[in-house]
């Protein structure tokens, strides 16, 4: 991802080999019809596997586990190698084990991300401003823009209900130009959002899209997972309402697209 290249690097390179019988085990599996036995064997799977890597990750919860089991269709192996690059990741990158608003304070002032209300499958609702972003200008800006987004998503996912492990998103692009273009930036996100908190995303519906916005697009889309791909929709603006309330009751959704909810800045949340 340019200037994220090394750092995909270093979180490979932490990386114990094991061979893929070690993680996926032998027999027995497919013996098993029903898909819930399915998940919960190759969950347990996963759970011994990762532990024989690094004790410190009995502490992980099976929620979080199955998550990224999910995200690699139930492969062990993959979803092994996807945790460890997690747990590398997170040491490096957050060695406080969170964010804290002073260190993200250029993009807090453009006040871009919202939440407000659950949608019909109670999943909180965000909103996201595109317009309102610009790129870093500092050293170490995309960093910075990387801790925004796990700042975003930690709050996020402290909103959730019991049950709940999935969002739902609007992301409009109103008023997007090129002084808004980041593609680095937008690749951090990405990165973070599938590689570090998989299978959060519920659906992200895209709205108020501008032509000139799909040159970006074209960029970022080759770097979108499959699985992250089938949750993004584009809306035109005739059906913008009519689109938003298949998900979204009109009493949970915000005000700004005709429903009765306002929403509350992301770090006011």
């Not at 499958?121 to 200008?137: E, S, T």
């Not at 519906?205 to 889309?221: D, E, G, L, Q, Y």
């Amino acid at each position: 991802m340019m200037e994220n290249e090394a750092e995909e690097e270093q979180l490979s390179s932490g990386i114990v080999n094991e061979s893929n019988s070690n993680c996926n085990g032998g027999g027995g599996v497919g013996d098993i019809n029903d898909d819930v036995q399915v998940e919960q064997q190759k969950l347990s799977l996963l759970r011994t596997c990762l532990e024989s890597r690094d004790p410190s990750c009995k502490g992980a919860d099976d929620l979080m586990l199955r998550r990224f089991l999910r995200a690699r269709d139930l492969d062990v192996e993959k979803a092994a190698k996807m945790f460890m690059k997690y747990l590398d990741w997170r040491r490096t990158f957050l060695p406080k084990g969170f964010v804290s608003e002073a260190e993200i304070q250029y993009d807090i002032a453009h006040n871009k991300l919202f939440v407000g209300g659950i949608d019909k499958q109670g999943r909180p609702i965000i909103a996201v401003f595109a317009g309102r972003h610009f790129q870093n200008p500092k050293p170490g800006g995309v960093d910075e823009f990387k801790r925004y987004v796990v700042y975003t998503l930690d709050k996020i996912c402290s909103r959730m209900p019991p049950g709940q492990e999935k969002f739902i998103a609007i992301a409009d692009i109103q008023g997007w130009g090129y002084s808004n273009s980041d593609i680095r930036g937008y690749l951090g996100a990405l990165f973070v959002l599938q590689d570090c908190y998989p299978e959060r995303l519920g659906k992200m519906i895209m709205v108020h899209v501008p032509r000139i916005f799909m040159t970006a697009w074209k960029i970022i889309s080759p770097f979108i997972d499959s699985n992250t791909r089938r949750k993004i929709v584009f809306v035109e603006n005739k059906n913008l309402k009519s689109t938003l309330l298949e998900d979204i009751d009109e009493s949970q959704l915000p005000d700004v697209y005709g429903g009765k909810i306002t929403l509350v800045p992301i770090q006011d949340a």
